[in-house]
Every structure is written in C-alpha cells, then in structure tokens.
C-alpha cells in the first residue's frame, strides 16, 4: 500500500476508480478535485473542475492507460458534463478538456449513479456493423437510460423533450433515501471486461437486471426484467419496515445489502436468503465494492477494511450439476421438475458444446434453449461453423414448419439454409477443380473421387431440401441464389418444377440465345402470364430478332394488344423496320391509337425514299382531309412537325403547317426549297385577306427576281392570286431593265379593269349619298309626328293622370311617365344605372335647381315672365312686392336661361332615351323587390296590428 496524499486541507470526500484501475479521482469536501495514475503515487490538480460539487462519474469500459477521451460527470445540481484529459506521467502533468454541460435533468435533481458503453451493433438494411452507445444515469427517485451515436450532446439531443425522456426512464418512491447509488458487474477476460448487470439503490428496495449483449442490442437497455427486490436479512420481522442499507453491490447471481452492522446476501434467481453476516459492535460499515478477478467483495468502514469471500452460497441443485459439467443431469432435474429454466440450461449446455468444438451438439441445444436467435447464429459465423449453423436453422426450421404466424421466418431459415449448403458445393467445386493439390497422383485422384462423390450426394441433398420445403421456400430468392452461385442446371430444374417460366426466359436472354427464350414463351399456356413476358421483355425480343418476334406475334400472341408492345417498336433496329413498319400499318386497321400512328408517321419519315415520303404526304393528306370536314386527327400535329423537321421531309412540313394555320411559315418554307407551286396552294389558303396578299407578295418577290422576263412572271402571280395582287403591287419588283413597251396590252387591260373598278365605286357613293338624304327627309317627318292617348290616362308609376298635372312623357310602347316619376325611379335604382348617366343627371339636376330657386324667390316663371302682382321686370331688380337684396342675392342675366334650357333638353333626352318598362334597366332590377324595405316593414307592422 501507498500513502498518497493530496494538498488540499479539506476532508476527502469521495473516490472514483475505472474498472482497470488506471484512473483515480478523489473530491474534497471542498469541492476540489485530484486525480491519480496508476503510473504514480502524486496525485495532480483538476483545476477545470474546480467547485463543481460531484456526485457520479462513469468512465469507458475499456479505457486507455494515459489518457480518457470522453467520460461523463453527474453533479448535484442535475447536469451531466462529458470532459477528457491526457495525463504526462514524465512531468506529473495533466492537459484537461473544458467540461461540455450534455443534459439537464428535470427539477435539477442530483445524479448519484452514471454509466456509459460503447458497442458495435447491426445497423438496419446495412450489411456493416455502427457504432452506437447507451448511457445510464440515477437519481433517488428515477432511472434514466439513454442510447444514440457519440458525442455526447448528439446523443442527449432528443431527450431534451420531456415526452421522449419519459419512454426511458423508471421512477421509485423516495421519500427517506437521501443519496442514491449505481453499481455495475463486469464479466472479465485476458483482455477487457464486459459490462453484464447492475443495480440500483432505491427506497423500497434494489432495482438490478442484466445488460443485453452488445450483438442483441436493439434499443432498450436490459434484456427482460428490471426487477425490485425489496431489502432483507436473517431473522428481520415480517411486520416491520426494514432500515434502508448503506450500499448495495450485485454479482452474475446475487445482489449484496450492506448495513452498518449487517451483510446480507440475495439470490437473484430464487430471491432467498444465501448469505448473511453481522459485524462486531461499533464499527459502522459505510461502503462496498466488487472485485470481478478475485470475485470478493471488499467492504470498508472508518475503521478498517474487509474482504469477504461467499463460497457454495448457490443451493440451486440443477445449477450445481451445470457448474460441474454434469449436463444430462442439469436438463434431466429441469424436465423432471418442469423448470422455466430449461432453456437457459439448454443454452449453458451448447456453449460448453461449442467452446469443446462439438459444434453440430450445441447447434441441437441451442434449438432447444431460450437463447436469441440472433445471438447463437452470430457466434456460429465468428467461429466460422457453417456446418453447426446449417445444422441450427434447420432444426429452428423444423420447429416452426406448422406455425401459420412464422411464414417470414420459414423463408428466412430456409433461404440461409440454402446459402449455406450452395456455399459448400462451390467449396468442393473449387477443391475438385484445384491442380495445386501437394500430393502425389495417385492420392490426388482418390481425393478428387471422394471428393466428387461428396458434392453429388451434396447436390442430391440439396434437390432434396427445396422438394421437401417447397412451402416454406420464397421462391424468387431462391432462384436468384442459385443464378448467383453458378447453379444454372439446378436453377432452370427448379424454375421448370415451379411452373416459373420468366426465370427460364430471362437466362436464355442473358445467355443471348434470344430464340430460345422466344419459344418458351410461345410454349406457355397459360395466356395471360404469357403476354405479360411478351410485354415485359418485347424490348429485347425486338431489338434482337424483330423477324422472329413480329412473326410470333402475329401468330402466337393474336390476344395481346399492340399498345402494350408500341414502345419496344423504337428498338427495331434500322434495317428491320420496314416490317415492324408493315406490321404497325396491319395494326392501325383494328386500333383507333393515336401514338400507333404517330410511330407509323415515325418510321415513314425515318426512310426517307421516295416511296415513304409519297406514303407519308399521303397520311398527312388524309389528316388534312379529317381537318376539313371538323373530324378529330388521328395523329399528333406537334408530333409529326417536330419529326419532320429533324429527317428533313420538306413537303409533309408545308402541309403540317397548313394543317396548324401556320400559312406563313408554310409558304416561306416552300419558297426557301423552290417548291413555288406548293407554296402558291398554301398562299391561297388563308381567309384574311391581308395575309392572302402578304403571302403571294413573298412568293413574287421571291419568283420574279431580276430577269428581263421578271414582268411576264408577275403579270401571271396576278392571275394565279386570284386577284389577291394588283399591277401595282407587283411593278416594285420589275427591273429597271425591263421595257413596259413590250406588255403594254397587258397593262391596258389591268388599267381597263382599275377603270371599272372606280366607276363602280363611284356608283355605291352616289348611292349612299342618296341613302343619306332620303335617310334625313325621314327623321324630319318623324319630329312632326303626334301621339293620340286618352284623357284618362295613367302614370304607370304613380298611377295618377298624366293631363291637368305635372310634365309627362310618352313612349313608342304607350307606356307613359311624370317627369319626375321617371327621375325618383332612376335615383331609387341609380345603382344599376351607368355612372356617366347618374353624373350627368346629378349635374343638371343641381343647375337647374339652383336656377329655379332663384325664380322661385323672385316670384318669376320659368319662362321669364313675371307674375301679375309683379312691380318690375326680371333682371337685377327689387319688384315692390319680393324683398331682394341685391347685394347678398346674385344677379340672373339671359346666357343663363339660355343654358338652363340647353339642360332642359338634355335632361328630357336622358330620360326619355328608353321606357323604364321595357328597356335593359328594367331587367337590370328585376331581382329587387317591388317594394322598399320601409314599405314592407310598415305593411307588415299593420298586419300584426291588425292581427292583434
């Protein structure tokens, strides 16, 4: 032992110590922080962790001698800080990383206990193994487990949110206990410890289970139970509450309660008593800790230090039998008593099978064990025992062939199975072929003989299997394990036994004997599975023997429908098409298909001989005929354009162009070629008159050119337009050359003709104008017209008689109106009136009322005569009678009555330019009511008087 002391004047407080032993740490009340290698006996200052107040660390299980990455440390405030440091044994010297605050427990309540373990496990749908880790942490009162990938705030990320942090966390009472603890066990080897189960000390009693193994990781922490014991020891009271003990410990089998005067053990299998000790009076025991090479357990007390060894505490009889090897007696004592712990026998029976190399044995006890499945097939294939995992997954196999549920697990097994068994055939395949064998001739050829002889009984073993778990078998996996491993003959026997014809078809394509797959499909019955291959693999057929495939089709596959094999046409190669082509026409008289037709027009453009063009101007021509007659195409216009154009067919372009109206394109495609003829059809299309003489402008420009003879061409575009050009148009494209001397007949008849064309132009004015005044003599006789109506006569509006009243207004319908009926009835609708009529009534209205207040007050007319008791005349004078004041008043001069009566009659014409009755307003409002809202609310209120 060495003395190791600290400078510090506090009192130690705590110590915390790795597994290994490598790294030390020890806290002072104080809150002071020392740590010590096992290099040394000095101890070295943490000053990064000064005044943190710590109550848990946790170090890797495996760590490194010198130095520590990542470790974690719980404080008593809540937090857990990940920190590292490299110590330098040579200088007594330590570099320290900044302590990373990674979680906070809710409420800040203090963590006694942490953990952590890093591990390889399967990552889903990836063939490679990931790195992950698992954290542990307590509190009093909660157990929290933690899982993800390094570092550490990574993994502590989505526990952040409470809800998720709920999911893995286990909560006791703690109402007395006032510091918690974690302890771990370690299973040890040569080379590292393995992390196997821990305990938790808790108020009622102590939480332990078992840490899954680092291969059957699949996101919780322990592999089934977390189980509470609660506390005990010998001769305790079956009434009264037991004290809460000092510290607790666990071992693989027992869990230790450790009191200030009392050590008890438990047993974790039949929760009895296995052990108990009481210490001397007075000394108070404080603390334990396990020691996994010597398997004792060390407890300690102010005053000493203990070492206690527990030996034949198990009184588990059939576990006995297990330690001693003595297994038939083991798995006897468990199916006599019929014990829940047969499997685990079983299991502990196949590992000593396996670790003795009696690999087909424990593969029989392992089928018979509550091992996991996943954990026995991996230790099969890390001792790369093929023949004991073959053995294993047939038995698992056998177990589950008459369970409904485990249809997914059968094809699994037996997949694997035979993974495995073409894995050997291909072993011996390769040792038969082997030359290299270092043994003289004559034991060479025995061994090839033996060897040979095995790998027939290997492949009959094997035809075997399949036939007699043909129904837990999925078959395209298997046919796709046999294609991989070079098992072709075994492969086309299955696929020929499984009525699986596609797997036949698809080696002879892959082989390229492309004939061969083509008659297996013709050989197939069944019609419909037979035109899908047609259909799936047509590309291929058609690509490499278009011949025999559109020979097949027409004769062989009468039901499949040319649609679904259209594509696979564009594969035919080049010099092929001309029968894909005839077979695409054959096709187009029974089918209605657009895109049929437009790989037709496909092809026709692709030849590009003289005959395919005249066929392709021939289609284009029936779709133009379709156009003409308003009949929908039967071919894509954009489609056939763009194809067109990229083989060149000048021709079928001018004509799609006139299909699509695009006239000008047209024509100055068919200039741009010479084709004049083809471009004066498409310049007489047009129906817009201007587009007409455009077009046939482009083409005499482009045909007269510059040649003496130039005149002659365009006096014939004249003719050939169809009057479309006049003589004029085309002499700016006369040569200066020309002598007009030598067409002057020609031009005397077109200027005979303008002549006749002016004299009639002259007539249809003379015409009009005679138009115009007949037109005027008859408005004239209209403004002397009268209208005869009866004295009695109504408004249709007020419903008063119109004679003897106010101004009234009669419409050519007879419907007749006040003045000022009409008036309230445009402002009662004013909203469906136009704006510009409702401004301009507002306006006059405003005028005029404005000039007839003026009257009003001087007592005069609206015609400007004066009243008979008036004094004076109108004008800017006080009569005797009217008090006028000149100076407030404005004055009235006659340019305003002139214009008060220019309103009068632009007032009249706004309304009388329709019958309210019968005009547009009208059934503009015919939605509204006949009444107004006040009216039918007065209507209503005197019905309920009345009622009432």
């Not at 009192?11 to 290994?20: E, I, L, P, R, T």
């Not at 550490?152 to 809800?163: G, I, T």
């Not at 004997?513 to 057929?541: C, G, H, P, T, W």
């Not at 021709?651 to 741009?672: H, N, R």
């Amino acid at each position: 032992y060495v003395a190791i002391g600290y400078p510090s004047d506090g009192d130690a407080n705590k110590m915390w110590m790795d597994v290994f032993g490598y790294h030390c740490f020890i806290t002072t009340k104080k809150r002071e922080v020392f740590y010590l290698n096992y290099l040394s006996n000095e101890v070295v200052t943490m000053g990064k962790l000064k005044n943190f107040d710590i109550t848990a660390m946790a170090f890797p299980t495996n760590p490194s001698k010198d130095s520590l990455d990542h470790m974690l440390i719980g404080t008593r405030d809540g937090f857990i800080y990940s920190y590292g440091f490299a110590y330098k044994n040579e200088i007594k010297e330590i570099e320290e990383k900044n302590p990373k605050k990674v979680f906070e427990f809710p409420k800040k309540t203090p963590v006694f206990g942490l953990m952590f373990e890093t591990y390889q496990c399967a990552i889903p749908n990836e063939p490679r193994l990931g790195i992950a880790t698992l954290v542990m942490a307590v509190t009093n009162d909660t157990c929290y487990q933690f899982t993800g990938k390094m570092p550490f705030d990574n993994l502590f990320l989505r526990y952040k949110d409470e809800k998720e942090l709920s999911k893995h966390k286990k909560t006791m009472p703690a109402e007395k206990l006032q510091e918690s603890e974690l302890k771990l066990f370690y299973t040890h080897t040569e080379k590292s410890y393995d992390l196997h189960s821990f305990v938790w000390k808790c108020e009622i009693g102590a939480c332990h289970g078992k840490f899954r193994g680092k291969e059957d990781y699949k996101g919780r922490l322990v592999v089934k139970d977390f189980i509470a014991d609660g506390y005990q020891y010998k001769g305790m009271s079956t009434s009264g509450k037991v004290e809460l003990p000092q510290a607790v410990g666990i071992t693989e089998y027992s869990v230790y309660f450790l009191y200030t005067d009392n050590l008890t053990v438990i047993s974790r299998i039949t929760k009895d008593i296995e052990y108990s000790e009481s210490f001397r009076p007075g000394e108070v025991m404080t603390q334990m800790v396990y020691e996994t090479n010597s398997k004792s357990m060390w407890i300690y007390s102010l005053k000493g230090l203990y070492r206690l060894i527990i030996t034949g505490a198990n009184k588990d009889l059939w576990r006995q039998q297990l330690e001693n090897s003595n297994f038939n007696e083991a798995l006897k004592l468990c199916q006599e008593d019929n014990n829940k712990h047969y499997g685990y026998v079983a299991g502990a029976v196949a590992d000593s099978k396996f670790r003795n190399g009696k690999f087909l044995e424990a593969a029989e006890y392992y089928s018979q064990s509550n091992r996991k499945f996943e954990e026995v097939t991996l230790k099969f294939i890390a001792a790369e025992e093929n023949d004991g995992l073959e053995e294993y997954l047939t038995r698992k196999l056998n177990s589950i062939m008459k369970e409904r549920k485990m249809n997914i697990q059968r094809r699994l097994l037996c997949a694997w199975i035979v993974e495995l068994r073409l894995d050997k055939l291909n072993k011996l395949s390769a040792y038969i072929e082997d030359e290299a064998l270092e043994f003289s001739p004559s034991t060479r050829k025995g061994q090839k003989k033996d060897a040979k002889e095995k790998h027939k009984k290997l492949s009959e073993e094997l035809i075997t299997f399949l036939q007699k778990y043909e129904s837990g078998l999925d078959p395209d996996t298997i046919f796709q394990l046999l294609q991989n491993h070079g098992r072709v003959s075994d492969c086309l026997t299955f696929a020929s036994h499984m009525q699986n014809f596609e797997i036949i078809v698809m080696h002879y394509i892959n082989n390229r004997e492309i004939r061969q797959a083509l008659e297996v499909l013709r050989s197939m019955k069944d019609e419909k599975k037979k035109n899908d291959l047609m259909i799936k693999y047509s590309s291929i057929f058609m690509k490499h023997e278009a011949k025999s495939t559109i020979s097949s089709l027409m004769k062989d596959f009468k039901d499949l429908k040319i649609d679904d094999v259209v594509p696979s046409l564009m594969s035919v190669d080049h010099k092929d098409r001309g029968i894909v082509n005839t077979y695409v026409k054959k096709c187009m008289e029974t089918s209605d298909n657009k895109l049929l037709r437009n790989l037709y027009l496909f092809f026709l453009a692709e030849h590009n001989d003289a005959e395919s063009t005249e066929e392709l101007v021939g289609l284009l021509d029936q779709q133009e005929a379709l156009l003409k007659r308003s009949q929908p195409l039967t071919i894509d216009k954009d489609f056939a354009l763009n194809v067109c154009k990229y083989f060149g067919q000048v021709q079928a372009q001018v004509i799609i162009y006139g299909m699509l109206e695009f006239y000008d394109e047209a024509v100055k495609l068919a200039i741009q070629t010479k084709q004049f003829d083809l471009a004066k059809d498409y310049a007489s299309k047009p129906t817009d008159e201007k587009i007409r003489k455009k077009l046939w402008l482009d083409i005499a420009r482009a045909t007269m050119g510059t040649s003496k003879e130039n005149m002659k061409t365009g006096l014939e575009i004249i003719k050939e337009s169809n009057r479309n050009l006049e003589l004029n148009d085309v002499l700016q494209f006369v040569s200066p050359k020309v002598k007009l001397k030598m067409f002057k007949n020609d031009i005397f008849v077109h200027l005979e003709e303008y002549d006749k064309k002016i004299q009639d132009l002259n007539d249809t004015r003379l015409s009009y104008n005679k138009s115009y005044h007949d037109l005027n003599e008859e408005i004239k006789e209209l403004n002397n017209n009268c209208v005869r109506f009866p004295a009695d006569k109504f408004c249709e509006e007020c419903e008063k008689v119109l004679v003897g009243s106010f101004k009234f207004y009669i419409f050519p319908c007879q419907h007749a109106f006040h003045k000022e009926c009409i008036l309230n009835w445009l402002n009662k609708f004013r909203m469906y009136v136009s704006t510009t009529k409702i401004e301009k009534l507002d306006q006059i209205e405003k005028y005029m009322s404005k000039i007839e207040d003026f009257l009003r007050r001087k007592g005069v007319s609206i015609e400007g005569r004066a009243k008979p008791d008036d004094a004076d005349t109108l004008f800017g004078k006080q009569t005797a009678k009217v008090k006028y004041n000149a100076k407030k008043d404005p004055k009235l001069n006659q340019s305003d009555l002139e214009t008060y009566h220019i309103y009068e009659k632009q007032l009249e014409s706004l309304l009388t330019d329709e019958c309210i009755l019968c005009g547009n307003l009208f059934i503009e409002t015919v939605d509204m009511p006949f009444d107004s809202p006040d009216e039918l609310f007065w209507a209503l209120q005197l019905r309920e008087d009345i009622t009432n």
